[in-house]
């Protein structure tokens, strides 16, 4: 089968699995490969509970610089078709472990964010939740006068339930998944495209290098995300 036979256009539910490749194109650094940004901070320092817990200060400069770089990042051609996708009602759902909300900014609605956002914010004393686009955040202590924790899911942490939950039903009853941008290597999320396959769906990897997952899908494209999604989303 060639790429033909998985265009966008041709299938009822489609889920959009999407990692930090997603957004390169837009100026995001990755995680991994070239310019990674854990190359430059140690992610035990800065992005985990027990850092925050130590030395909220320091977890919140190194957010707010990350809040900064995304901030001035815009949605690309990629990003733009898929929410261009979901508005022709072709089913779409996108399952994103990004955290910089450059999805919901072209438009999609229907995302679960298995990471979290850089944009939202809870506080772990009183409960209040919060959403902020400030660039750096302008005020990082909550009205209790807690630190606000950065609603992203750091390493170490669990899951959120109910977005895994949601996730899943999408994922467990596409009939195609295109797995854009991801290592592959950070689980659960890693396995969850495997759920789809089960279920009968058809499979596209869209990333420039191999992944451990590549195995398990029926097309691998090797190309950028743009690139190849102009030509999925052919006729939409
Ligand atoms: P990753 O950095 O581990 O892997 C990125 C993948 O994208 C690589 O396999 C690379 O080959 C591919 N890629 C690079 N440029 C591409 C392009 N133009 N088109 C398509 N693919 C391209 O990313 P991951 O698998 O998402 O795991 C990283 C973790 O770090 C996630 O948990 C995520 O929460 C977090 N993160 C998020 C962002 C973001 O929000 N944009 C950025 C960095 C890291
Ligand atoms: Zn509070």
Request: charged letters at 20%.
């Amino acid at each position: 089968m060639g790429l033909s036979d998985y265009l966008v256009r041709n299938h009822r539910r489609v889920v959009f699995f999407t990692g930090a490749g997603m957004s390169a194109e837009s100026g995001v650094p990755t995680y991994r490969g070239k310019g990674g940004i854990w190359k430059q901070y140690d992610y035990e320092s800065y992005a985990c509970q027990p850092a925050f817990e130590a030395d909220p200060a320091r977890v919140w400069e190194f957010h707010n610089y990350r809040r900064k770089l995304v901030g001035a990042c815009k949605p690309n051609p990629g990003h733009e078709l898929i929410a261009r996708a979901e508005a022709a009602s072709h089913g779409v759902t996108v399952v994103t472990q990004n955290i910089d909300g450059l999805h919901q900014l072209a438009g999609s609605r229907n995302v679960h964010e298995l990471h979290g956002s850089l944009w939202r914010l809870r506080c772990e004393k009183c409960g209040r939740r919060a959403e902020s686009r400030d660039a750096p955040l302008l005020d990082p202590h909550c009205s209790c006068g807690a630190w606000w924790r950065p609603a992203i899911v750091w390493f170490g942490d669990a899951l959120d339930g109910e977005v895994i939950d949601a996730a899943m039903r999408a994922i467990v009853s596409c009939d195609l998944l295109i797995s854009i941008g991801t290592s592959a290597v950070v689980y659960p999320a890693a396995q969850m495209p495997l759920y789809a396959r089960k279920a009968g769906a058809k499979l596209v990897e869209v990333n420039p290098e191999p992944t451990p997952m590549s195995a398990s899908y029926d097309l691998c494209v090797r190309e950028s995300a743009s690139e190849c999604l102009a030509r999925l989303c052919e006729g939409i």
